[in-house]
């Protein structure tokens, strides 16, 4: 069974520019949720959808937005990037919504630098 | 919000001696309380987790340990082996409302051969 899949593994950007990473959840999973790790702020959740709707969200600005698919492919959108934006981007899958007793599992992540 | 606190920031120990790593947390609210092994290179891993119902779980050589009074839980590996060295992360979430899971600082552990 394939894990959850994130493009593109490594990208570079230039300040004021916005990106696009994409996730594929495993199969069958309805849930996609968003980190974002940095040395300085650590692994931090992002947002998450189910069936298309943001169901939870973290405490990020405007600039960082996302969207689901029908078939449950998710994608992230940074815009106006920034020097502090450079991360690791995890995408999670999982069956369910939210994380009580809810596993979820981690792609690789999509790594961001912006220079 | 939620803020996690996780302890040490880094633990070496000799192959074999068991490791500890402490989480504290802030919201009263929160009930679920996962930890997550991260290897180099690759994205977390679920290895444990516990509700606020239960004071402890264990699964083969990890167990995990929580009190609510407190609002500290403890991650414990026995036997500890070569391969367990990675980054570990606790979290701890709410299921209702706008559910968000908050994450500790990590820890890097080292197993001594």
């Known amino acids: 069974k394939a894990g959850v899949t994130q493009t593109p593994r490594y990208l570079i950007k230039t300040r004021g520019q916005q990106v696009t990473l994409s996730c594929s959840p495993i199969?069958?999973?309805?849930?996609v949720s968003w980190y974002q790790q940095t040395p300085g702020q650590g692994l931090q959740f992002l947002f998450e959808?189910?069936?298309?709707?943001?169901?939870n969200k973290g405490n990020f600005p405007g600039r960082f937005s996302g969207r689901q698919f029908s078939n449950s492919r998710s994608e992230m959108n940074v815009s106006t990037l920034e020097l502090g934006d450079s991360a690791l981007y995890l995408c999670?899958?999982?069956?369910?919504?939210?994380?009580?007793?809810?596993?979820?599992?981690f792609g690789e992540g999509s790594w961001l630098t912006v220079v | 919000g939620e803020n996690v606190e996780q302890h040490p920031s880094t633990l070496s120990v000799q192959e074999g001696d068991s490791a500890v790593i402490k989480c504290t947390y802030s919201d009263s609210a929160s009930n679920y309380f996962p930890w997550y092994k991260q290897e180099l290179g690759k994205g977390p891993q679920l290895i444990i987790d516990i509700r606020s119902n239960v004071g402890e779980k264990k699964d083969q050589r990890i167990a995990v340990t929580l009190n609510k009074t407190a609002k500290h839980f403890s991650l414990h590996i026995t036997e500890t082996q070569p391969e367990d060295s990675a980054v570990y992360f606790c979290a701890a979430s709410t299921n209702f409302g706008n559910e968000k899971l908050t994450f500790g600082t990590g820890t890097r552990l080292t197993i001594i051969p």
């Open positions: 999670a899958s999982s069956l369910a919504s939210g994380f009580s007793g809810n596993t979820i599992y």
């Open positions: 199969s069958g999973h309805r849930s």
């Open positions: 959808y189910f069936s298309e709707t943001q169901r």
